[in-house]
């Protein structure tokens, strides 16, 4: 097993501490019983005084933990659409509305019409649209609400990322959302925007949005409703914290094969064709289908990892750019910027 299958095994049995803790918070906000939505969820501790250092979370217990919180408030976005309340079942009947579908571009409709259907009944005005530009082969995902509140967008860009998560799932593709809007000020704490996008955000534009490769679109559903059923039980931990990667993705298959150790050259695309067994040109075709190429796995590839080791202390940015393969700092500094939309020194 590779460094980074290792990793990504350990990462899918625990839970950062800092969403569990994110999940109680909100409950306290809405004067929910905190112990007994612990109790509910089957926790073994309480997770705002028990020491962070040492608590472990599962996968299972953070998505047991959303659920109850959900029951409680009697409410899927967990109160943070104050817009409209999402009531609960929503989210699967929507999924059973998208399942059926030929394509992803017919799924993302049909929720589309039933949200709109939705939300007017209960009186809120959204815009809610899929864009699609096919010369420049782009896509576009749009929402936004009435309530002007800045943390409200933030929000509504956030479950977004989620549904493009699910996306995903359903056609056994990574979507790699390339750059985003956001009807709100930049927030103050970047933490919850950067988890979801590793990519340039541009605030105080005039909806929220996501932009992704057309190709996903025509891309057929995969999944079934008893797949559907089994997805559900962990869906808060797939949606919020780690996407469900499919093997069946050549993408998953590229990344496993690169690892997490860019010191040394990555594969060229012919020795990569080899170690995959495939022709040149299937390999091209399977890359296109998934709206992707191999120089931008691997440029998300160094850029994930880059992420990651900026988060840590003790790291300079020169240290972090040996670590990802960049042996001039400057180099690293632009990459970095045409990745994520900021040079690795304000991101940090």
């Not at 969403?19 to 909100?26: K, S």
């Not at 002007?148 to 979507?175: K, P, T, Y």
Request: one cysteine or more; aromatic letters at 8%; a neutral charge.
């Amino acid at each position: 097993m590779s460094k980074q299958a290792v990793g990504s095994a350990l990462y899918n049995e625990s839970v950062p501490m800092e969403f569990t803790r994110a999940l109680l918070v909100q409950a306290r906000t809405y004067n929910c019983d905190v112990q007994a939505i612990l109790r509910a969820a089957r926790f073994p501790f309480d997770p705002l005084i028990q020491d962070i250092q040492t608590a472990f979370v599962s996968r299972e217990q953070y998505s047991r933990l959303c659920l109850e919180l959900i029951r409680d408030l009697g409410d899927e976005s967990g109160g943070v659409m104050p817009d409209v309340r999402t009531p609960v079942g929503t989210t699967r009947l929507i999924a059973l509305s998208m399942i059926n579908s030929s394509t992803l571009a017919t799924a993302m409709r049909r929720a589309i019409e039933f949200n709109e259907v939705c939300r007017v009944r209960q009186g809120a005005k959204v815009v809610n649209q899929l864009l699609v530009d096919r010369e420049d082969k782009e896509a576009m995902l749009t929402y936004l609400c009435e309530d002007d509140s800045g943390e409200v967008q933030h929000s509504v860009l956030c479950n977004l990322a989620m549904w493009m998560r699910f996306g995903g799932w359903l056609i056994g593709q990574h979507i790699d959302i390339t750059s985003a809007t956001c009807a709100g000020p930049k927030p103050k704490f970047m933490n919850g925007i950067r988890h979801f996008f590793p990519c340039p955000v541009e605030y105080g534009q005039s909806v929220n949005s996501v932009t992704f490769s057309a190709r996903h679109l025509d891309a057929e559903l995969i999944r079934n409703e008893e797949g559907l059923s089994e997805f559900l039980k962990l869906a808060p931990y797939y949606m919020v914290i780690e996407p469900l990667s499919s093997t069946q993705s050549i993408t998953h298959r590229i990344r496993e094969i690169l690892g997490d150790d860019f010191r040394q050259e990555m594969p060229s695309f012919e020795e990569l064709t080899s170690l995959l067994n495939m022709s040149a040109r299937t390999l091209r075709r399977r890359l296109e289908k998934e709206g992707t190429s191999y120089q931008r796995i691997k440029d998300n590839a160094r850029r994930d990892l880059a992420i990651s080791m900026l988060s840590r202390d003790g790291l300079t940015v020169s240290e972090v750019a040996e670590q990802v393969g960049f042996s001039d700092p400057s180099a690293f500094h632009r990459s970095f910027k045409k990745w994520t939309g900021q040079s690795p020194g304000s991101y940090r």
